[in-house]
Every structure is written in structure tokens, then in C-alpha cells.
């Protein structure tokens, strides 16, 4: 006959006397019941109405009066509530929520890469039309802005424009020294 003893318990918790093994799964029982913290005082109190009529501790009347709203009104709310429970037990999509801000980055990364895939493209159909004999057969540049165009700008060396001024410098009569004073 084996006698088995029984596991060592702390002498006031009941609880194991070492730690819980990393991993260990939490007793199972009744999940806890958590309410949304956001709640204001008021929608509690009309939704502990609600609930007494609907688990028949009062009738509607009742709960109309102690809510302090009339019997049409307590039915619209029941309404709301009923529909506000109904969408709430609808099943929720798989993974993340969508986020707006993912997705403009994630088509930020997009533009982004397309843009390099455009340059590579007519790298590669650049030296493909060297390597055939072509002279730069390009598509004519299209403007982004279809309004009226602007004059370009006619370059200017910047080497000219300091000549200019050092001839302009030259040109110019020296300036005579101020006479000194007593002569």
C-alpha cells in the first residue's frame, strides 16, 4: 500500500510554499467582470436600470422612476442598450486595428520604392539603347504645372559678374587722399 503525502502549503495562504513555475498557466475559473473605466456616473446608473429589468428584478415602470425619466424614454434607452450589446458581441477582425498612420507610411515606403524601380528602369533602357546604337531616345519632359510657363533664367557666369565689377572697380577714378592738415 503507497502512501502519498500531500504538497507543502504556506501556513496562512493555502498557496504553494515555492514560486509558480515560469509558464504556469492561472487557475481557471469565472472570468472577472470589467466595466469600461470612460463611463460617466449617469450612463451607470441607467445601465444598472436597464440591467434590474432585464434580470427582472423590476418592471419598467419601476426603473422609469427611479431613473427619473419617463416610460418612453426608459424604453428608448433599453433600445440603445439592447443595440449597443447586439453590436457589441459582432466578431472583431483578426489582428491589428486598422491605423491610418501605418498606412500612410506603409504607402510612403511604396511611393518610395516605386520611385526606384522607375530610375532603374530607364538606367537599364539608357544602356540598352547604347548598347544598340541609339542616340538618347527620350520621351519628352512633361511639365507637372500646365499653366503658363516661366522665362528661364539666361545663366550667368558667376566668373564674369566679379570680372564686371573689377572693371568697374578700375574705371572708376582713384579717390584722392584727403590733404593733410597745416600744408
Do not use: W
Request: aromatic share 2%.
Amino acid at each position: 500500500m503507497e502512501t502519498t503525502t500531500a504538497p507543502a502549503r504556506s501556513s496562512s495562504t493555502g498557496a504553494p510554499s515555492k514560486p509558480a513555475a515560469r509558464g504556469a498557466r492561472p487557475k481557471r475559473g469565472r472570468p472577472r467582470t470589467t466595466l469600461p473605466q470612460p463611463a460617466s456616473r449617469e450612463a451607470k446608473r441607467l445601465a444598472a436600470g436597464i440591467l434590474e429589468v432585464l434580470a427582472g428584478v423590476k418592471t419598467p415602470t419601476e426603473a422609469a422612476a427611479g431613473l427619473s425619466v419617463s416610460i418612453v424614454r426608459y424604453y428608448v434607452l433599453e433600445t440603445r442598450a439592447l443595440a449597443g450589446f447586439v453590436q457589441a458581441c459582432e466578431p472583431r477582425a483578426k489582428g491589428p486595428g486598422h491605423d491610418p498612420a501605418r498606412e500612410v507610411a506603409r504607402l510612403q515606403q511604396q511611393i518610395q520604392r516605386l520611385e526606384r524601380d522607375v530610375r532603374r528602369y530607364q538606367a537599364l533602357a539608357r544602356a540598352a539603347q547604347r548598347a544598340v546604337g541609339l542616340s538618347g531616345l527620350t520621351a519628352p519632359k512633361t511639365s507637372a504645372n500646365p499653366g503658363p510657363r516661366r522665362r528661364r533664367r539666361k545663366p550667368v557666369v558667376r566668373a564674369l559678374r566679379a570680372v564686371a565689377q573689377l572693371r568697374a572697380g578700375l574705371e572708376a577714378p582713384p579717390a584722392s587722399p584727403p590733404a593733410a592738415p597745416g600744408t
